[in-house]
């Protein structure tokens, strides 16, 4: 909003909104952040700082006054003057207009004579196109040409006048002619350089003859001889015949893309040839491959298995950096040994925080190999027993302090070597090589025994997600020596090594066609998962803890032990499945809802609803605007659009007049104009008949009243005695509500208090309590269900409080059900929400949920088939897991489409048993059952 002339915006981001918004009007351009000398200025200070010295205009009548403005902003008094004029542009381009439209509310000059041009001047609120014609180069031409303005300005564009300097000597002109300078020709005769030479020349012997003399030409008047001061140079010039100029175009690779060429060519074949190689010669009978040398893959493999650790530090360098460039080129089967080496390189690491380095050999085991030998053909049958025996860390006296300098760099050289391997894996191809090397296998279990230490955070990390991408090749069976090494790290507290291993041990055997055998797990680690998915809030924890329990609940001899510790284990956790389904369920993408019609209730007659009488409060606030306003107001306060409700003409204007007859209301053809006028759907009408009627349609008075801010007002319920009427209250006749309206609750508490009990107030805004117990103190609030008197003012007054809200939405709640009119819509419609959880790629079910409803079925299998043992006193083992919470299912198997067919299975293993055993079942997306 554009700001009251002689006044400036105060808030700075207005004030460059305001701006910016007239400069769009204008057509010009507007930079918010002005800059002198590259330093950013605040336009809202510079703006101002100019009003509070008068403006534009007097600032630039006053001489050095914008000198005074440049050191409000702490800029130094280098270059002042330069630094002064780039202020007075910033001012000029940008405020210049905006001042003179809205501080002094003139007209602004146009943008041709304003903002186009430099702010060199003044005046800019006189400046018109009549008084300031704008300059073209013509203009600029003859301003340069014309007389100055002031003599100052004349002297300093005129020629200086030539001073005649002393000579040396006296007569020496006359002696020297060369040394006299040249007198200074009238300005209206035009210069001619002397044609004569300046010194004398000499005539020798040797020179040639000189040309002969021109005789001069002979002019027959003063007015024809250029000589005298009579001629007329500007009427006789003729100017010099122009010289025709010789263009020659240049080369370009533009007009002639060979030039360059044919130059580099030129060039190339004048220098001179080198001296051919001595072995230039023998390159014919060398091969190829010999003469371009080993590739870089094998020079790095074999610096790596020299030993040396400079060598070493170099190829695994390289190889860090291939494996993470070249990964999808650089496999292990291109390469022999490559794997083999940097797995070698990898097991030093028990040698340097063991001590103990293991060796490898490829014999045939014959029992006489020491403990830390590993068979890289055949594989080690005994590996876990020796790594539990070998593997102990070093005492403090065994070298093995990891922060040394030789020792942690012995340590970042085996970190890069895990790094490799763990960056070849992710190629598929390096993956099922590696799980196919017998070596491989055995150094995983090695690396993954290594003891849990700060600096060796790096080394294990790296080793579990190499592990990861590999254990989906091997069958997971409990004599797999990298399956027994990777349970003791479910009891880590480090996220990464916990997450990293059970996603390790849920990828068992998901390529092969063996099925799983999930055994020997501790029931310390079982009791661990379990409470993980109680407290657990990280999804992706959750997830892959849910993933293990799920293989871990397919093997019947794991359910069997935990229920054999304590069946409650089992029950607690069935009750965690189910809120974890309904938690995730609930989060997932509702599907379109069944809708069903249900008859809605009757709804009450809205011509019974009296025409609200505002309160005295409300009605003083109405008085303080004008007409129409003051009845527009009181219309939205007491009326709402209805369409197919209707009201007289006659009713709506006495209600309006009733109540403000004394306040010169509007008249009543112009009353009802309005009513159209405030409501959309208003439309006054003539019903034809015997009566004619004049009505408003589609508007019906309000149930609750509201204030002017739209808020509900507090109505009076209390039942009060009345002569032939009869109410909606469910009263016999004679009897009526109050219906008074009062702004609070606590005026409505009041209300009662002195309107209908008739206490007398104290002098402190209370009431008097009556000595003696009254009989005045019966409850006649509507559909109150106390019938029998109050004995103490006190409890009646608690007793009152209770039947009054306590907000204004409740009390419009409660008008609403007193009136048996809840707002229902005309049809009342069933909604039945069906939910969908996550789906894979192939429409199959995935997630949390998905897992949950898995897990209760290997328990209700398990139930079905084992037992047996746990069941006591003819209860089978399913009714005491399940019992409680067959509804809970019922109603998730109605709500979930897309586990319907999971949990249907899963009631019908519960209601009947199936004796038939399977063990090592896998998990399968379509049939739980096949082995």
């Known amino acids: 909003m554009t700001p009251p002339l002689q006044t400036i915006i105060e808030d700075e981001e207005e004030f460059l909104k305001d701006v910016a918004a007239f400069h769009k009007k204008r057509g010009t351009s507007f930079d918010r ?50 630094m002064t004029f780039q202020l007075k542009t910033v001012y000029y381009k940008n405020l210049a207009a905006y001042e003179i439209a809205t501080y002094w509310g003139e007209v602004p000059p146009p943008k041709e004579i304003l903002e186009d041009l430099s702010a060199k001047g003044g005046y800019l609120r006189t400046r018109t196109l009549e008084n300031y014609p704008i300059p073209n180069s013509h203009a600029v031409e003859s301003t340069m040409t014309d007389r100055p303005e002031s003599p100052v300005e004349e002297e300093a564009h005129t020629t200086p006048k030539r001073t005649k300097t002393e000579t040396e000597e006296p007569e020496s002109a006359g002696r020297y002619p060369a040394r006299q300078l040249r007198q200074d020709p009238k300005r209206t005769q035009m210069f001619q350089p002397d044609t004569q030479p300046t010194r004398p020349r000499s005539v020798r012997a040797t020179d040639s003859p000189a040309a002969p003399i021109v005789a001069q030409q002979t002019y027959t008047s003063n007015s024809t001889d250029p000589r005298h001061s009579a001629f007329d140079w500007f009427e006789k010039y003729e100017p010099r015949p122009s010289v025709a100029l010789t263009l020659r175009p240049i080369q370009t690779p533009g007009n002639d893309p060979s030039y360059h060429v044919r130059k580099a060519q030129a060039q190339a074949v004048a220098k001179p040839r080198a001296a051919p190689e001595p072995q230039q010669y023998l390159k014919s009978v060398i091969p190829i491959a010999i003469q371009k040398g080993a590739e870089i893959y094998d020079r790095c493999l074999h610096a790596l298995r020299t030993g040396d650790p400079e060598l070493q530090r170099w190829a695994l360098f390289h190889m860090v950096k291939m494996s993470n460039e070249r990964g999808l080129k650089w496999k292990f089967e291109e390469y022999p040994y490559t794997a083999e080496g940097l797995i070698e390189k990898a097991l030093e690491i028990s040698k340097l925080v063991c001590g103990v380095k293991w060796v490898v050999t490829y014999n045939k085991d014959d029992g006489r190999f020491p403990l830390a030998t590993l068979n890289g053909a055949f594989g080690t049958s005994d590996l876990t027993a020796r790594i539990s025996e070998v593997m102990t860390p070093a005492g403090d006296n065994g070298g093995n302090d990891l922060d040394d300098v030789e020792k942690a760099d012995q340590l970042e050289r085996l970190n890069e070597a895990i790094l490799v391997l763990r960056n070849m894996v992710m190629l598929e191809d390096n993956a099922v090589f590696l799980s196919q090397l017998a070596l491989f296998k055995e150094f995983l279990a090695v690396a993954l025994s290594v003891p849990d230490r700060p600096q060796l955070t790096e080394f294990r990390v790296s080793t ?98 935990v229920l054999s510790d304590d069946i409650q284990t089992i029950k607690h956790f069935i009750s965690r499945l189910l809120n974890l389904c309904r938690a995730y369920y609930a989060q997932a993408h509702e599907a379109p809802a069944l809708v069903a019609s249900v008859p809605a209730s009757p709804k009450t007659n809205t011509r019974d609803i009296p025409i609200p009488n505002i ?84 508007i019906r008075p309000r149930r609750v009243l509201l204030d002017l801010h739209g808020r509900p007002l507090f109505q009076c319920q209390w039942v009060v005695q009345s002569a032939g009427q009869t109410g909606q209250t469910g009263r016999s006749p004679g009897q009526h509500v109050c219906g008074t309206w009062q702004s609070t609750r606590e005026r409505l508490w009041i209300h009662i208090m002195s309107d209908h009990l008739r206490l007398p107030k104290n002098p402190k805004g209370g009431f008097f309590c009556p000595p003696t117990p009254s009989s005045n103190f019966k409850c006649r609030w509507t559909r109150c269900s106390r019938r029998s008197p109050v004995p103490t003012l006190r409890e009646f007054c608690s007793h009152i409080l209770t039947h009054i809200p306590s907000t204004p939405e409740a009390m419009a709640k409660l008008i609403n059900a007193l009136a048996a009119d809840p707002q229902q819509p005309d049809q009342a419609m069933s909604v039945h929400t069906m939910y969908q959880t996550d789906v894979d790629e192939h429409g199959y079910p995935t997630g949390v949920a998905w897992l949950c409803v898995l897990i209760m079925r290997n328990l209700a299998r398990f139930a079905n088939r084992h037992g047996a043992p746990f069941e006591k006193d003819g209860v089978r083992l399913n009714q005491k897991l399940f019992r409680a919470f067959r509804r809970p299912l019922f109603r998730m198997a109605s709500e979930v489409r897309t586990l319907r067919d999971h949990l249907v299975d899963l009631l019908h293993m519960i209601d009947q048993a199936d004796p038939k055993d399977q063990r090592g079942t896998k998990r399968d997306r379509e049939d739980d059952d096949a082995a």
């Open 33 to 82: 952040e002005g800059k002198v000398s590259g330093r950013p200025i605040s336009l809202h200070k510079l703006y101002k700082l100019v009003m509070a010295r008068g403006g534009y205009d007097a600032l630039s009548a006053e001489r050095m006054a914008w000198r005074t403005i440049i050191r409000e902003f702490g800029i130094g008094k280098a270059h002042e003057a330069v």
């Open 464 to 561: 579990l997600e190499l592990a990861e991408h590999v254990t989906k090749y091997w069958p997971l069976v409990p004599e797999n020596p990298v399956y027994r090494a990777l349970l003791p790290l479910l009891d880590s507290e480090d996220r990464a090594i916990f997450l990293t291993a059970i996603r390790s041990l849920n990828r068992f055997g998901m390529a092969t066609a063996e099925p799983h055998q999930m055994t020997q797990v501790p029931l310390a680690t079982i009791k661990r998962l379990l409470a993980l998915t109680l407290s657990v809030l990280d999804n992706e924890i959750l997830e892959q803890t849910l993933t293990f329990l799920y293989e871990l609940t397919a093997v019947p001899e794991n359910t069997a032990m």
């Open 615 to 698: 309160p005295q409060e409300l009605h003083a606030h109405l008085l303080q605007f004008i007409e129409p306003d003051r009845s527009s107001r009181w219309l939205r306060c007491c009326f709402e659009e209805a369409p197919g409700d209707d009201i007289t003409q006659v009713a709506i204007w006495h209600a309006y007049s009733s109540k403000f007859s004394l306040n010169n209301p509007v008249h009543a053809a112009d009353f009802i104009k309005n009513v159209s006028n405030t409501f959309s759907s208003a439309q006054a009408q003539v019903i034809n008949g015997p009566s004619p009627r004049f009505i408003i349609k589609g």
